[in-house]
């Protein structure tokens, strides 16, 4: 069993940068397509940010300012996000999902991590 936890989220001034961080322990994510979703208040989850299964491709909601990427060893994973909006505040999550392709549901995804605050605001 894939078990994720993230970090790097805190509160920021709207034009700035966020890297956000997500570990693996269990199985790597070689095995697992991959993705960031996020809920604000009052919302429900949406997708951000996923690789396909083996990493092969990748998509974002907004290409322009999110950015997905891991290391090569593959037990960790980043979200790197710029140009922060108000808008993008929100609870960030890591998810696992063991289907193929891009996954862009939040039911498609297995696995889950506890989130991390990203609170965007001057």
């Known amino acids: 069993q894939v078990q994720l936890r993230e970090s790097g989220g805190g509160s920021v001034e709207p034009g700035d940068s966020l890297r956000l961080s997500c570990t693996a322990s269990?199985?790597?994510?070689?095995?697992?397509?991959l993705g960031w979703f996020r809920q604000g208040p009052g919302k429900e989850r949406e997708f951000v940010c996923a690789?396909?299964?083996?990493?092969?491709s990748t998509h974002c909601v907004d290409s322009a300012r999110f950015t997905i990427s891991r290391d090569s060893d593959r037990t960790t994973m980043y979200l790197q996000m710029d140009n922060l909006k108000p808008e993008d505040s929100a609870v960030y999550y890591c998810?696992?999902?063991?289907?193929?392709?891009?996954?862009?549901?939040?039911?498609?995804?297995?696995?889950w991590g506890q989130g991390t605050q990203v609170f965007v605001s001057s």
């Open positions: 998810a696992a999902s063991r289907q193929y392709g891009i996954r862009l549901l939040a039911r498609d995804y297995d696995y």
């Open positions: 269990g199985p790597t994510f070689s095995s697992h397509g």
């Open positions: 690789f396909s299964w083996g990493g092969t």
